[in-house]
């Protein structure tokens, strides 16, 4: 896993697709020439048309630096250029070039041992979950919440492996947020990330909690600002913008 | 869509910075040469909507970096960013 060095194009081969929602899909790649990744990285992601365009994006590894597949969980956007062909178009044994892993700040590894808060909107989502796959597969005792706002109940992502992680009883708290609909006997919050829901569920700061933000860019920059006028130190939070998704989380 | 929304930060440039530099380089920092604000390439301010990319310092929005790519060359004005600090990579 060496940061060092450029990094090549290489093809992926799907071997596997889980749909996570009706809009939101994991794709496992087998990549033959990988070696290994932490938690919170990412791939780019190019497409070549018959023409010659090319289209780059960015997707975030959802499998934890344990597993031998790569997974990328996409989230299609249907004015997307790239996402409507992962999520719809591709199908199992077809290849896709990328490269990666990307990045070494909005990482996070066990051994790191201050609480842990993350916070999610959307598919921002992903990278979260690899860090807390990560952290169940390495029977890390970590103290970690994580606060994951959705739009409604069907568009949250991993929610029965969440609700499977959350009961292990090894320290992880999991606090959903829906934005666009109160479902009977629902028992999470219904609206945005505000300085109550955020007094209720981050770590007192004098617990020093490393902090990973990721979603909307509208969304991480909200949460960030709520943290920071809670006096958490800005240098102990970490974010990670992906612009806007057609609609805010 | 508003600037605010286009608005990404530097973990969206790793790739193309790995390019240039030919490390990771989100986690160097690098000072601002406007305000001195000194920042993780991560959390600098970048437009990929632009002709190429702008990148800008998030404490003064100032330009710190802009990158064009095409017809197989790099353009990469660095004019300001005052200093780069990052770690010996083995």
């Given at each position: 896993?060496?940061?060092?060095g450029?990094?090549a194009?290489?093809?992926?081969?799907l071997?596997?697709?889980?749909?996570?929602?009706p809009?939101v899909?994991s794709?496992?790649f087998?990549?033959?020439?990988?070696?290994?990744?932490?938690a919170?990285?990412?791939v780019?992601?190019?497409?070549?048309?018959?023409?010659?365009?090319?289209?780059?994006?960015?997707?975030?590894?959802?499998s934890p630096?344990e597993?031998?597949r790569?997974a990328?969980?996409?989230?299609r956007l249907?004015?997307?250029e790239?996402?409507p062909?992962?999520v719809g178009e591709?199908?199992?044994g077809?290849?896709?070039e990328?490269?990666g892993?990307i990045?070494g700040?909005f990482?996070?590894?066990?051994?790191d041992?201050?609480?842990?808060?993350?916070i999610g909107?959307?598919?921002?989502?992903?990278?979260?979950m690899?860090?807390?796959?990560?952290?169940?597969r390495?029977?890390?005792?970590?103290?970690?919440?994580?606060l994951?706002?959705?739009?409604?109940l069907?568009?949250i992502?991993y929610?029965?492996?969440l609700d499977s992680l959350?009961t292990a009883?090894?320290g992880?708290?999991?606090?959903?947020?829906l934005t666009r609909?109160?479902?009977?006997?629902w028992?999470?919050f219904?609206?945005r990330?505000d300085q109550?829901m955020m007094?209720e569920?981050?770590w007192p700061?004098?617990?020093?909690p490393a902090?990973?933000?990721?979603?909307?860019t509208?969304f991480v920059?909200?949460?960030?600002?709520?943290?920071v006028?809670?006096?958490?130190?800005p240098?102990?939070?970490?974010?990670?913008?992906?612009g806007?998704?057609g609609g805010?989380? | 869509?508003?600037?605010?929304e286009?608005?990404l930060d530097?973990n969206?440039?790793?790739g193309?910075l790995?390019?240039i530099?030919?490390m990771?380089?989100?986690?160097?920092?690098?000072?601002?040469?406007?305000c001195?604000?000194?920042?993780?390439l991560?959390r600098v301010q970048?437009?990929?909507h632009?002709p190429?990319t702008?990148?800008?310092c998030?404490a003064?929005e100032a330009v710190?970096?802009?990158v064009?790519?095409?017809?197989?060359?790099?353009w990469?004005?660095m004019?300001?960013?005052r200093?780069?600090?990052?770690?010996?990579?083995?």
């Open positions: 896993m060496t940061s060092r450029p990094l194009w290489q093809f992926g081969t071997a596997d697709i889980v749909q996570e929602t809009r899909a794709l496992y087998d990549i033959p020439e990988w070696h290994g990744h932490l919170g990285q990412h780019d992601v190019r497409l070549t048309a018959e023409d010659g365009y090319v289209a780059e994006r960015s997707y975030s590894i959802a630096p597993d031998p790569v990328l969980t996409v989230e249907d004015d997307g790239v996402s062909y992962l591709l199908r199992l077809d290849r896709v990328l490269r892993p990045g700040f990482v996070w590894r066990v051994g041992d201050r609480p842990l808060f993350l909107g959307g598919s921002g989502v992903v990278p979260l690899a860090m807390l796959r990560h952290r169940g390495m029977r890390s005792k970590t103290p970690a919440r994580l994951y706002s959705s739009r409604t069907a568009d992502i929610r029965a492996e959350a009883g090894d992880l708290e999991v606090y959903h947020t609909e109160k479902p009977d006997g028992k999470g219904t609206r990330v109550a007094q569920v981050a700061k004098e617990q020093m902090v990973f933000i990721c979603g909307p509208t920059e909200a949460s960030a600002s709520l943290l006028a809670m006096g958490y130190p240098a102990a939070i970490k974010t990670e913008r992906f806007a998704t805010s989380a | 869509m508003t600037m605010d286009m608005r530097g969206a440039i790793g193309l790995r390019e530099f030919a990771e380089m989100t986690s160097s920092l690098g000072t601002c040469a406007h001195g604000a000194v920042n993780e991560a970048v437009y990929v632009a190429g702008v990148v800008r998030p003064c710190l970096m802009r064009v790519r095409g017809r197989g060359r790099y990469v004005d004019t300001g960013v200093c780069l600090e990052f770690a010996e990579q083995a």
